[in-house]
């Protein structure tokens, strides 16, 4: 049933991950106009990227793509991205499309454009090169959803054995070796998948061997090949564990701390290619990050095991006081996540705006919304777990004292163990109490995984204070799905004289609220461009009552333009043109167009 919920919210999300790192600016900047040829591009960003070979793509007036440099990092350092022109550029106006790694491990493209000489008209297509191949990006996410639940059940079953102590352990030895296998498959397969997702290519380049040597160099790469290592060393002490039980020893304190080590590294693995490695207090957001996994896997993953162990089929029944250790353990993982959550809510957002205003901010909600709704399952654990260790045989009284006296007494060698404390006598708990807990339980396990899930995205998703930092800096970054979209749109005109109809080729960009900038090409009968001495656009959004507002078009020499079209709200716009073909014949048109918040 958990499996059925999480891949049907994965399906319902599946979309590309927006990325972390956004453009601060340009050398030479959008749209300008050069006298003579710059001998290179230079991008920088909010933090540091990482190139791949692909990562610019420069075409001419004309269409054809510029031979160029190879990609590397400016003097500035590792936050910028330079690509070289071998030989002087021709006049008119070229297009740079670019494609970087953020430092959080999510791809990030855009493009923009500069004239040298003066801007030239062209209608062709601009070609956007490799763009989010929706099957590679689907099963990208779903190795990383799958990573997750893995390792929250993997170190969840181990803790709560080590911590909670339940009189039988064998039934979580399964779910501790398929949350191993898991794991393994799982970070394989992202690794083997890691350079089409950064590439934004087919899933069957995932075999190509130079592109799995360049994914063991970059971070993301490294981090799953420590993952990788940190498992096989895991299972080598599982194994030892297991060989040491079956002689009658319980696991030491020297590898109990061994196994606390190892789980910090893991969660570390995660912290080091996420957005705790990159923005503002590195550091601290990385150990919150850590402590955020852990305490998760700690609660949910430990809840899947007591979910196990209250099984009514199990061999024998849970204690009272396992299930109260657990419920301290629960407790304690709560609380951390709430703090760590607080604060990477604050890193994330940057403001209250944002909490509304931005995809993460209203991801951010939803998951607020799903931990309420588990707190309030964990409530009812909770008083259910206390009326189990109120509601005590007096053989369990007995074996509870006797397990505290002996954990307060120093124990020696051969001597027998020392007596309990008289206990009175209460009455026997119905099976109606494992009944309860383990329906309480089962709520909380849900709920566990949709906010797993949820979290999952946030990690993929643009914080709100980077897309704050983007707004402000007036620069304009597309998700890993390519390059912006723009909105192109054809109005066809028609004067009502022998020649004087044709098309208007109307290019929105973004095509979204805020700045635009718009770019009319018009076109003759014969499909080639048409000059005329005037052409006049303006929006309206008649449903707000706002507008008309009009676009101070100026003709550039075979096309229209401006820079300055502001579209405040989102909605169904309507564009009205005005073409005046002589001094005398004019006609106005009108088309709707749909603007995205």
């Not at 960003?45 to 031979?67: A, I, K, M, Q």
């Not at 696991?251 to 789980?263: E, K, N």
């Not at 008083?383 to 124990?411: G, H």
């Not at 805020?514 to 048409?530: E, F, K, M, T, Y």
Request: aromatic content about 6%; charged content about 15%; glycine content about 8%.
């Amino acid at each position: 049933m958990l499996g059925t919920l999480l891949t049907a919210l994965l399906l319902a999300s599946a979309a590309p991950a927006s990325a972390h790192a956004t453009l601060r600016g340009s050398d030479p900047a959008d749209g300008a106009v050069l006298k003579s040829s710059p001998p290179s591009v230079t991008l920088t960003f909010s933090e540091s990227v990482g190139l791949l070979d692909d990562s610019f793509r420069v075409y001419d007036p004309t269409n054809h793509r510029v031979t160029t440099g190879d990609p590397e990092h400016g003097p500035a350092g590792s936050d910028t991205a330079r690509i070289t022109f071998p030989k002087k550029l021709g006049t008119g106006t070229f297009t740079v499309a670019w494609r970087v790694v953020s430092a959080d491990s999510h791809p990030v493209s855009g493009a923009l454009t500069f004239s040298v000489g003066k801007p030239s008209a062209t209608t062709a297509a601009i070609p956007t090169g490799p763009v989010e191949n929706p099957a590679t990006g689907s099963l990208y996410n779903i190795g990383r959803y799958v990573a997750y639940l893995a390792v929250a059940l993997l170190i969840g079953s181990v803790a709560f054995i080590a911590l909670c102590r339940p009189p039988d352990p064998a039934p979580l030895r399964r779910p501790i070796r398929v949350a191993w296998w898991t794991l393994l498959a799982a970070t394989l397969f992202l690794l083997v998948l890691r350079s089409p997702y950064e590439e934004g290519t087919s899933p069957t380049k995932a075999l190509d061997l130079s592109a799995l040597a360049r994914t063991a160099t970059g971070r993301p790469g490294l981090a799953l090949l420590a993952r990788i290592v940190l498992l096989a060393i895991t299972a080598g002490l599982y194994s030892f564990v297991l060989r040491e039980r079956e002689k009658g020893r319980g696991p030491s304190r020297p590898l109990l701390t061994t196994a606390a080590g190892l789980s910090v590294a893991l969660a570390l693995t995660w912290a080091t290619a996420e957005h705790a490695s990159a923005g503002l207090q590195v550091p601290l957001a990385m150990t919150s990050s850590v402590l955020h996994l852990l305490a998760m896997a700690l609660w949910l993953g430990g809840l899947t095991a007591l979910l196990t162990t209250l099984h009514p089929t199990a061999a024998t029944p849970l204690p009272a006081a396992v299930v109260t250790r657990f419920s301290r353990v629960a407790f304690a993982s709560v609380t951390v996540l709430v703090v760590t959550g607080v604060y990477q809510s604050w890193r994330g957002l940057g403001s209250w705006q944002a909490l509304t205003e931005t995809t993460y901010g209203r991801l951010l909600l939803v998951k607020l919304i799903a931990v309420t709704l588990l707190l309030a399952a964990a409530s009812q654990s909770r008083r259910l777990t206390a009326r189990m260790a109120t509601s005590v045989t007096p053989a369990a009284a007995t074996e509870a004292a006797t397990e505290a006296a002996r954990d307060r007494v120093p124990q020696t060698v051969g001597a027998p163990p020392p007596e309990a404390p008289p206990t009175s006598e209460e009455p026997t708990p119905t099976p109606n109490h494992h009944q309860a807990l383990r329906r309480s339980v089962l709520a909380e396990v849900a709920g566990g995984v949709a906010v797993l899930v949820v979290t999952t995205i946030l990690t993929g998703t643009l914080p709100g204070r980077a897309a704050a930092e983007a707004a402000e800096s007036g620069t304009e970054t597309a998700s890993a799905g390519g390059l912006p979209a723009a909105s192109v749109s054809t109005v066809p005109f028609d004067v009502g004289t022998p020649n004087g109809h044709g098309k208007v080729q109307i290019t929105l960009d973004p095509g979204r609220v805020g700045a635009n900038s718009v770019q009319a090409v018009v076109l003759g009968p014969d499909g080639g461009i048409s000059a005329v001495p005037e052409l006049r656009l303006s929006f309206t959004l008649t449903a707000q009552k706002i507008g008309p507002l009009p676009a101070d078009l100026t003709d550039q020499g075979g096309y229209w333009a401006t820079n300055s079209v502001n579209l405040p709200i989102a909605g169904e716009w309507t564009m009205k043109l005005t073409v005046r073909v002589s001094d005398l014949d004019q006609v106005t048109v009108a088309k709707k167009i749909r603007i995205t918040g």
